[in-house]
């Protein structure tokens, strides 16, 4: 089955500062790729995701990559603000109505 | 429009005892799934409901059965609880009408659901 490795599994930064999550996946058949935050005590819930016929999205001051040929995947987050303190899910799916399998989460900080 | 709603919130148990979790969605999604979530494991697919009438094992399967009761609704049971099955339980559902390229593999998560077994 799948497996979706994410690093680093915490990460602080500075107020005003970038952030970047970098997954890597198993599967070559995946795709379909989101993101995922949560933040203390509520329920994930979806930022943005990229599929596989799109090598680069972006939404505000978060953007995703894709590498499909190196099967790894990466989120950005630029302007880092104090409400983006959360953990951050990364996850691979292959098509639509099918398992999505997750990484193990980054815990980031962003310090004021 | 409640989305998806999971009971109860709380619970403990002893060892041995059994449970169900159950879960509503209102979204007429297609799939549903449940998720164990443990500090720095992340999120663990235990089964998941493609279509009504299916279900399938997910990555940690063992000591859990499931039932999707119909569209909205997908059960989790322990028949016999282990201190090992503490942990926070998620349902999901994704997968409306429109098809992949417009959304359907987006997951709505319940609030979760806090087991202790003791």
């Known amino acids: 089955g799948e497996n979706v490795e994410q690093h680093p599994s915490t990460l602080s930064v500075q107020e005003g500062d970038s952030a970047v999550i970098k997954c890597t996946y198993s599967d070559s058949a995946s795709n379909y790729f989101p993101w995922y935050k949560q933040e203390l005590g509520k329920r994930p819930q979806l930022i943005i995701d990229i599929r596989s016929n799109v090598g680069e999205k972006k939404d505000q001051r978060i953007a995703v990559t894709l590498n499909k040929t190196a099967k790894h995947f990466s989120l950005h987050i630029t302007e880092t603000q104090p409400e983006d303190s959360a953990v951050y899910f990364c996850a691979a799916s292959i098509g639509s109505y099918q398992k999505v399998t997750f990484g193990t989460g980054t815990k980031l900080q962003v310090i004021p | 429009n409640a989305g998806v709603t999971q009971t109860p919130k709380f619970q403990v148990l002893k060892t041995g005892q059994s449970m169900t979790l159950q879960c509503a969605q209102d979204?007429?999604?297609?799939?549903m799934y449940w998720y164990r979530q443990d500090p720095g494991m992340g999120l663990r697919l235990i089964y998941y409901?493609?279509?009504?009438?299916?279900?399938d094992k997910g990555e940690v399967p063992n000591g859990y059965n499931v039932s999707r009761l119909n569209k909205r609704e997908f059960s989790l049971r322990l028949e016999s609880a282990a201190p090992s099955q503490t942990s926070v339980y998620f349902c999901a559902s994704s997968g409306g009408s429109r098809g992949f390229l417009t959304g359907a593999n987006v997951l709505t998560f319940g609030a979760g659901s806090r087991l202790t077994v003791l």
């Open positions: 979204m007429n999604h297609n799939s």
């Open positions: 409901s493609a279509s009504e009438g299916t279900t």
